[in-house]
């Protein structure tokens, strides 16, 4: 955690009034600020931290934290704040505090990640310290991001690993699966998969797709749905006996989910 302790003492109290009391990030918070910075724009697989609405999202590789309860705090760093520094975002990690400080120099605006201990323990020393440019413009001096081409074929016509092939659907997808990224074979989709198909749950129109774990597909699992409209994920993935919801799919939903998993997974053998 950064050490000016006083800052952090007086965060509850200078909480910004653009932080909803849903833990969501206002329009105006979202325009000055959102969007994906990382520390090399012109090479999409370095480490990246993205600010949503309602969440702030560490991504390097494999290595993914995620924090919710989304908060703007102008004040966080006290009297002491450099010139540069316009705001912090803080969010609620697994391990604790996530946070990411902007900055705006002459180049645009720029993050540098925080937090509490074993937050940063887990991002690791070296990438704490880096500068994450902004990369997809903004009220910022824009930067060129490369970015991975549009699907070249529609969800229908594909498996699973489909949802990966689109920048917004994927993103989409790792944001639903959280923590569950660790899972190489949810994180990449690559194990068996049929193809997927359009069904109506609870009113609304989805993708459903269906992924296992190559070589364990009885014990290692998910149904996912994709609202297109929406750009959502809902989901259920099951582990060697334990069943994890993603997305925080509404109860009409979770319903189905559990309907769609059995007919895929236990109505015959996988």
């Given at each position: 955690?950064?050490?000016?302790?006083?800052?952090?003492i007086?965060?509850?109290?200078?909480?910004?009034?653009?932080?909803?009391?849903?833990?969501?990030?206002?329009?105006?918070?979202?325009?000055?600020?959102?969007?994906?910075?990382?520390?090399?724009?012109?090479?999409?697989?370095?480490?990246?931290?993205?600010?949503?609405?309602?969440?702030?999202?560490?991504?390097?590789?494999?290595?993914?934290?995620?924090g919710?309860?989304?908060?703007?705090?102008?004040?966080?760093?006290?009297?002491?704040?450099?010139?540069?520094?316009?705001?912090?975002?803080?969010?609620?990690?697994?391990?604790?505090?996530?946070?990411?400080?902007?900055?705006?120099?002459?180049?645009?605006?720029?993050?540098?990640?925080?937090?509490?201990?074993?937050?940063?323990?887990?991002?690791?020393?070296?990438?704490?310290?880096?500068?994450?440019?902004?990369?997809?413009?903004?009220?910022?001096?824009?930067?060129?991001?490369?970015?991975?081409?549009?699907?070249?074929?529609?969800?229908?016509e594909?498996?699973?690993?489909?949802?990966?092939?689109?920048p917004?659907?994927?993103?989409?997808?790792?944001?639903?699966?959280?923590?569950?990224?660790?899972?190489?074979?949810?994180?990449?989709?690559?194990?068996?998969?049929?193809l997927?198909?359009?069904?109506?749950?609870?009113?609304?129109?989805?993708?459903?797709?269906?992924?296992?774990?190559?070589?364990?597909?009885?014990?290692?699992?998910?149904?996912?749905?994709?609202?297109?409209?929406?750009?959502?994920?809902?989901?259920?993935v099951?582990?060697?006996?334990?069943?994890?919801?993603?997305?925080?799919?509404?109860?009409?939903?979770?319903?189905?989910?559990?309907?769609?998993?059995?007919?895929?997974?236990?109505?015959?053998?996988?």
């Amino acid at each position: 955690m950064n050490p000016r302790t006083l800052g952090a003492i007086i965060t509850l109290a200078a909480i910004s009034t653009s932080a909803s009391a849903q833990g969501k990030l206002d329009a105006h918070t979202m325009k000055a600020f959102g969007g994906t910075y990382q520390v090399d724009c012109s090479n999409n697989t370095s480490p990246k931290a993205t600010v949503f609405a309602d969440a702030l999202v560490f991504l390097d590789g494999d290595k993914r934290i995620a924090g919710s309860k989304v908060e703007a705090a102008a004040s966080y760093y006290g009297p002491s704040q450099p010139p540069e520094y316009r705001t912090v975002l803080l969010s609620q990690a697994a391990g604790g505090q996530l946070l990411f400080a902007i900055y705006q120099d002459k180049s645009g605006y720029y993050l540098k990640l925080d937090g509490e201990p074993k937050v940063m323990a887990a991002i690791g020393k070296l990438i704490s310290t880096q500068k994450f440019r902004r990369c997809d413009g903004g009220t910022s001096k824009p930067v060129q991001a490369s970015a991975a081409p549009p699907r070249k074929y529609a969800l229908l016509e594909l498996s699973a690993s489909g949802v990966l092939d689109d920048p917004k659907s994927r993103a989409a997808f790792q944001k639903a699966i959280g923590p569950l990224i660790r899972e190489s074979w949810l994180a990449k989709l690559d194990g068996p998969s049929p193809l997927n198909q359009q069904v109506k749950v609870a009113g609304t129109d989805y993708v459903l797709l269906s992924a296992c774990k190559n070589r364990d597909c009885a014990e290692n699992n998910a149904v996912l749905l994709y609202s297109v409209a929406q750009d959502l994920v809902y989901g259920k993935v099951y582990q060697r006996g334990k069943s994890t919801l993603v997305g925080t799919p509404p109860p009409a939903v979770v319903s189905e989910l559990e309907k769609l998993w059995k007919s895929e997974w236990r109505s015959q053998p996988k």
